[in-house]
């Protein structure tokens, strides 16, 4: 297995990793990001029980990942989040997701994990509301852009002003013929949390 990264951006202070290789087997293909920003770290998509292992451990190389910052989830799939349980356990990071899905996410962390947590599950999420926002990350932020229904109802897609790199995770939607005309505009005047 090739767990190593394949390097978006690289300017020595600021990094942009995609992991392409962590699927095997009958799960769905898919990557993982990892950017960091001096001595902050977020992982972006990460997925589910399939990739956490390997994902840790290549992760490893290039922070402690105890020390993580963030968990950005573009949307609720489980080749996107699902092993929230674990990354809320194994590292202080907080989990950054549309506020649609926020309420759900805490299914997917038993019981056990959530004794091991001083607080509550929704203390480690933040919720993004439908506008938007920017995320401050480091010395800079990223940016949580809407694209609902674009895939998922409240899907998300994460802007990074420094590498410029548009990370748009699952991007799909249905649409039909007769729909001759799209406005579409992005914000510039979205909060920042
Ligand atoms: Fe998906």
């Known amino acids: 297995m090739a767990n190593e990264p394949i390097v978006l951006f690289d300017n020595g202070y600021h990094k942009c990793l995609m992991f392409d290789s962590l699927v095997t087997g009958e799960g769905v293909q898919s990557n993982q990001f990892l950017v960091v920003d001096g001595k902050h770290e977020a992982l972006i998509d990460p997925g589910g029980d399939l990739t956490y292992t390997p994902l840790a451990v290549a992760a490893s190389k ?12 573009s949307h609720q799939d489980p080749d996107i989040i699902g092993a929230i349980d674990r990354w809320i356990v194994h590292t202080r990071a907080k989990i950054v997701t549309s506020k649609l899905w926020a309420r759900f996410l805490p299914h997917l962390v038993s019981s056990y994990v959530t004794n091991q947590l001083s607080g509550s599950v929704y203390d480690r999420i933040v919720s993004i509301p439908d506008a ?62």
């Open 62 to 73: 290039y922070m402690n990942i105890k020390e993580m910052d963030f968990v950005f989830a």
């Open 132 to 193: 938007g926002a920017n995320v401050r990350f480091g010395d800079s932020y990223l940016q949580c852009l809407p694209a609902h229904f674009m895939h998922s109802v409240g899907n998300l897609q994460f802007y990074d002003p420094v590498s410029k790199i548009l990370f748009s995770g699952d991007l799909g939607a249905p649409w039909e013929l007769r729909t001759t005309t799209c406005q579409c505009r992005i914000s510039t005047n979205i909060s920042l949390i």
